[in-house]
């Protein structure tokens, strides 16, 4: 069992920035395909970001593309999202996911942190 524990989120201004981590423990983190979900009030929980295992190949929803970063340190068993140029619309609890096969359909989830853009 993978446990999965979000920090780093906030309050911030449109424009601003905020880094969001995720650590792991209880599982093989370098084995695992690491991603982002967002799931704003009233709607779907929706991909944001993903990393493969190695941190080679990177991918992004077209929403986020060019303003958010995924990253990854297998030493520490650590995922980040680096959010850049934020606007109100990425208001949403963000959660990290851990996918044995397929980045897309996590097998586990962290808890979500907050995250609120003000306008």
């Known amino acids: 069992q993978v446990n999965l524990v979000e920090s780093g989120g906030g309050l911030v201004q449109a424009g601003g920035s905020l880094r969001l981590s995720c650590t792991a423990s209880?599982?093989?983190?370098?084995?695992?395909?690491m991603s982002w979900f967002r799931q704003a009030p009233g709607k779907e929980r929706e991909f944001v970001a993903g990393?493969?295992?190695?941190?080679?190949?990177?991918y992004y929803a077209d929403s986020v593309k060019g303003r958010f970063t995924v990253s990854r340190d297998n030493a520490k068993n650590t995922v980040y999202l680096q959010m850049n140029s934020l606007k109100p619309e990425d208001t949403a609890v963000y959660y990290c996911?851990?996918?044995?096969?397929?980045?897309?359909?996590?097998?586990?989830w962290g808890q979500g942190t907050q995250v609120t853009v003000s306008s």
């Open positions: 996911a851990a996918a044995v096969l397929v980045l897309t359909t996590p097998n586990y």
């Open positions: 990393i493969s295992s190695g941190g080679l190949n990177t």
């Open positions: 209880g599982g093989p983190f370098s084995r695992y395909r």
